[in-house]
């Protein structure tokens, strides 16, 4: 880890442990340590294994992407991705770490450059894909009770949707129109050229190289529907596990008669809207959504400010942890 990413790590977690404080600032400790004793822990547990399925899921969807290109990732080397991904996204501002410390991971693990951000990219788009698809149904169920209860956070729901089919049309071009990445990478040589002409061409050789690899990977893999079948069904169950955390947190803090619908509905535009906020992680933003959001499902406001802390650790802080294990851990680097 760089000295720069460590600075933002300690920020980031002095940043969560003064919202936090700032929570509970008006909450009487004695009368939240009596509503946890009545908590089911088996529930909290239950929050815990989804997160854990979660990123195994992604893993699993990651090893099926290589396999499929005649390239072998270990187990071991899977796993590391998206508890990669987890303290890319969240050290950085719209989650924008995640993918290239996806790709140094990819490559630590022997995996052609070209052809890891080929895969990358076609798993970030089947990622996107399903994220609209369970914003169409969020909508649906839970957008009247945000435009009732949040008039404004309405509005922020429908740019986040906006943003993220922007962001699938976008890698759908770059993948699929050779040119277009050509014209991109050009403009970025035009400055290198000026300061080491000769290093720039050498360079962008190797880079042109690179791209060939990339657009030729990207469609063979666009043509393989079995695997793009499983990519799609694993993701959306990867998906509904994530979305199910906050319905086990309030069955663990004794909230009665929720619907699990609902629930998950509220997570995915909660998720949604976090995505705007430049801030890594949504850090204040989330904190606050799922506080007014979340606040009709529990008795008082100890437990819901208890509810946002375990859903932060378990989504948030969590990832960024075991992201920082992973990342430091040595790749299984083919033989």
């Not at 390239?71 to 950085?92: C, H, M, Y």
């Not at 979340?294 to 650790?313: E, H, I, Y």
Request: include cysteine.
């Amino acid at each position: 880890m760089t000295r720069r990413n460590g600075i933002v790590f300690v920020l980031m977690m002095v940043a969560g442990i003064a919202i936090f404080a700032w929570s509970f600032r008006n909450i009487r400790m004695g009368q939240l340590v009596q509503d946890l004793r009545g908590a089911n822990w088996w529930w909290l547990l239950a929050a815990l294994l989804a997160m854990v399925i979660y990123l195994l899921l992604e893993s699993m969807v990651v090893k099926i992407f290589v396999d499929d290109s005649n390239e072998k990732l270990s187990w071991p080397d899977a796993i590391r991705v998206p508890l990669v991904e987890q303290f890319g996204n969240g050290i950085t501002p719209f989650s924008a770490g995640g993918q290239p410390m996806q790709l140094i991971t990819l490559i630590q693990a022997g995996i052609d450059p070209g052809r890891a951000g080929s895969i990358l990219l076609m798993k970030f788009v089947v990622y996107q894909a399903m994220i609209v698809i369970n914003f169409f149904i969020a909508i649906i169920v839970g957008y009247q009770f945000i435009a009732d209860k949040l008039k404004a956070w309405s509005l922020f729901v429908i740019l986040g949707f906006i943003i993220h089919l922007i962001v699938i049309i976008t890698l759908l071009l770059v993948m699929y129109w050779p040119g277009l990445t050509r014209m991109l990478v050009k403009l970025v040589f035009k400055p290198i050229k000026w300061i080491k002409p000769t290093k720039a061409v050498q360079w962008q050789q190797i880079v042109d190289e690179k791209i060939k690899n990339f657009h030729s990977e990207s469609i063979r893999m666009s043509h393989d529907w079995w695997v793009l079948i499983k990519s799609f069904v694993l993701t959306l169950i990867q998906l509904m596990f994530y979305y199910l955390i906050p319905y086990f947190i309030l069955l663990a803090l004794g909230a009665s008669h929720v619907n699990i619908i609902l629930v998950m509905s509220l997570h995915v535009l909660i998720v949604m809207v976090i995505s705007l906020f430049p801030i890594p992680g949504g850090t204040g933003g989330a904190e606050i959504g799922f506080s007014m959001l979340f606040s009709t499902f529990l008795p008082n406001a100890g437990l819901l400010v208890c509810a946002m802390a375990l859903w932060r650790m378990i989504t948030y802080y969590l990832g960024m942890f075991a992201g920082i294990i992973a990342f430091n851990i040595k790749s299984k680097q083919r033989g």
